[in-house]
């Protein structure tokens, strides 16, 4: 299946090599021509959570390219210290003795391999393992879900056969080489629209209306907006400190009608709405209410806790998407990557909405 990615539709890359991993999976190959830490911070931590208790006995392995100094030495040795044992490779490091760090021929692969028994999963396109690439740049790639492990081992042993172990007399050489090529590293980025090694910031957001300035949701709805036409909706978390066990996400009024309700039966009362089908990982929740609450004047989501396999929700942007069985439910950081490329996509179709007339958290469609 071919997945593509924009502003519009952000994340579709961590998406696709995301939903590669699971219990089973056996080992993780991921071959790319750069690397930062914020990708590594993004992508690395739901994979774990994705594959459980099993994360460290699983073989990892990591190649990646020192072409042009793209890739942070930071993210190479914080792979290499990192208790979870990843083995790290580096594709062509002759490129160490060449002027500029400038190959004869670029090491450009993207290839994220994870193994299941016999069976090998793949993501292979245009995304690096950089923040930008797995959430906001435009990137395509191609999702195989069946391939067999030994046209991956064959294809991986084509990838990785000019390459040579991490070590730190090779890391210490790049970084002593890294700082001595500017003139050359601007050069290259001179021909590029973006420098995908560039973090995702607030900096993206730099458009974004202050959220006094606002209209709720609701007053969007009045206007003609309708929920059920977008396939995703966030919504800030704030501190979560509704119900003992900080799982009642406030929704703004109207929230309900996402998730294909259509009450608007806004009085005094408690009112159960419905009990919309929540997806995580491998969970299925059918018995999460949603209800209005006349004495606060907010909609609340019971979310799954973290004993049932839910989240932490606290501080976090939480993410409900649109499939055939459900809303899958992710939740991230409000100031990381991902968030900010939900809010992005949302910004850019001017889709931001304060949740209710009082208070400035806020809550978004794509």
Not at 100 to 106: E, F, I, N, Q, T
Not at 195 to 202: C, L, Q, R
Not at 330 to 341: G, K, T
Request: proline share 6%.
């Amino acid at each position: 299946m071919l997945v593509v990615q924009d502003v519009l539709h952000p994340a579709e890359m961590t998406a696709a090599v995301e939903s590669l991993a699971d219990e089973t999976t056996s080992s993780l190959r991921i071959g790319v021509a750069y690397a930062t830490a914020p990708g590594i911070h993004l992508l690395l931590p739901r994979l774990r959570a994705r594959v459980g208790r099993r994360w460290r006995q699983i073989r990892k392995t990591i190649l990646v390219s020192l072409d042009y100094g793209y890739t942070q030495p930071q993210a190479l040795q914080e792979l290499a210290d990192d208790p979870d044992c990843y083995e790290v490779l580096v594709a062509r490091p002759s490129v160490l003795g060449r002027s500029g760090l400038r190959p004869s021929a670029a090491f450009h692969a993207k290839v994220y391999l994870l193994d299941r028994g016999d069976v090998s999963g793949a993501l292979v396109g245009s995304a690096n393992l950089t923040d930008r690439a797995l959430t906001i740049n435009t990137e395509a790639g191609y999702w195989i879900t069946d391939a067999t492990v030994a046209s991956a081992n064959a294809a991986w042993a084509q990838l990785t056969a000019d390459s040579a172990p991490l070590t730190a007399a090779l890391l210490d050489q790049y970084v002593q080489l890294r700082p001595s090529i500017p003139h050359e590293r601007a050069h290259v980025l001179a021909l590029t629209e973006v420098d995908e090694t560039a973090p995702v910031t607030e900096a993206v957001l730099a458009g974004s209306t202050a959220p006094a300035e606002l209209h709720t949701f609701w007053e969007a709805i009045e206007a003609g907006v309708r929920p059920p036409s977008f396939d995703h909706l966030w919504i800030e978390a704030g501190p979560m400190t509704s119900g003992g066990s900080h799982n009642q996400l406030e929704l703004p009024r109207g929230g309900n009608r996402f998730f294909g309700f259509e009450f608007s039966a806004y009085g005094d009362e408690h009112e159960v709405i419905g009990q919309p089908v929540l997806v995580a990982g491998g969970s299925v929740w059918i018995d999460r209410p949603l209800t209005w609450h006349g004495h606060n004047r907010m909609e609340r989501l019971n979310l799954p806790t973290q004993a049932q396999g839910g989240y932490d929700y606290a501080g976090s942007a939480v993410l409900f998407t649109r499939t055939p069985v459900g809303f899958r439910l992710e939740v991230a950081a409000w100031e990381s990557p991902l968030a900010v490329s939900w809010r992005n996509a949302s910004l850019q179709l001017g889709t931001t909405y304060r949740l209710g007339q009082a208070g400035l958290r806020v809550c978004g469609l794509y």
